[in-house]
């Protein structure tokens, strides 16, 4: 698996992560849907500070994801949980980079 760096944008600041070649389509996904939660937060008003921001959408993420996990989709759940938990990995190395 040979890495490749991918830029993606969250809250109008552009960030550098390195990922396989074949997981950057999922990478900027989860950089696209973490940009947009982030971006509802703001737009609430309520939580400001880039920071808190960015926990916050990591909590609402991380809930979707328990909820996602008890739930189970019918069909095949166990390749749904390790995409779901491939993805919050991706999301927490995003957060990481924000500082």
Do not use: W
């Not at 070649?21 to 996904?29: F, M, T």
């Not at 849907?33 to 916050?56: F, P």
């Not at 390749?79 to 995003?94: G, I, W």
Request: with cysteine; charged share 25%.
């Amino acid at each position: 698996m040979s890495n490749e760096t991918v830029f993606v944008k969250i809250l109008d600041k552009e960030y550098q992560v390195a990922c396989p070649r074949e997981e950057r389509q999922a990478l900027v996904e989860s950089a696209q849907l973490l940009d947009e939660r982030m971006k509802a937060i703001r737009g609430t008003g309520a939580i400001i500070g880039l920071e808190r921001i960015a926990v916050m959408a990591a909590l609402n993420l991380s809930h979707e994801l328990l909820q996602a996990r008890q739930a189970g989709n019918g069909g095949d759940s166990s390749a749904s949980q390790v995409d779901l938990l491939r993805l919050n990995e991706k999301l927490d190395r995003s957060l990481a980079n924000l500082g």
